[in-house]
């Protein structure tokens, strides 16, 4: 019986093992820009539905329809099409996405490969500059959201920690 558990153990550890998904640590922004065949800003739209019979195995945490505003990096007669990644994704959000393009649909499925800039973008802060020169102003857009992001949630948190306090 010890045997029998064993030998089915190890199956559905090495099943697991198989099915995972590779993520790479971060090695840095310069390595990041040199190994992305695509680095792009993107608009997210509505989240990708499959038909209701198809399932997917080892599915990502989001698959959503987007349109490309303007491509850094790679082939530009991209239009319309999906991403999937493991961030969370939000409909009507733009983000800088360094990843690939697999069968027609972009894949970035590190955290770190998605990065959130606001839902109001226009390319003429990035247009005819250098790669590095709009990965930056991207960056410092995306820097200038999370700040505001983060004081707006502390004002929240403070306001729910009185209220907390005030129904002691």
């Known amino acids: 019986m010890k045997i029998k558990i064993t030998i089915v153990s190890i199956a559905l550890l090495v099943a697991i093992n198989v099915t995972a998904r590779l993520i790479a640590p971060f090695l840095g922004w310069e390595n990041l820009v040199q190994n992305s065949p695509n680095i792009m800003v993107i608009h997210c739209g ?3 539905q499959l038909p209701a019979n198809v399932g997917i195995a080892d599915a990502t945490e989001c ?3 987007i349109e490309v505003l303007f491509v850094l990096k790679g082939t530009n007669g991209a239009g319309a099409t999906r991403l999937q990644t493991d961030h969370e994704l939000y409909q009507g959000e733009n983000y800088l996405v360094f990843g690939h393009c697999n069968g027609g649909v972009y894949q970035a499925f590190e955290n770190y490969k998605v ?3 606001g839902n109001r ?3 003429n802060s990035i247009s005819g500059k250098s790669l590095n020169e709009q990965i930056k ?3 410092q857009r995306a820097l200038f959201k999370l700040n505001r992001d983060i004081k707006r949630d502390q004002e ?10 005030e129904t002691k």
């Open 46 to 48: 509505k989240p990708f």
């Open 63 to 65: 698959d959503s329809e």
């Open 115 to 117: 990065v959130p800039i």
């Open 121 to 123: 973008f226009s390319t």
């Open 137 to 139: 102003i991207l960056s």
């Open 156 to 165: 929240q948190k403070q306001q729910l920690e009185r209220l907390v306090g």
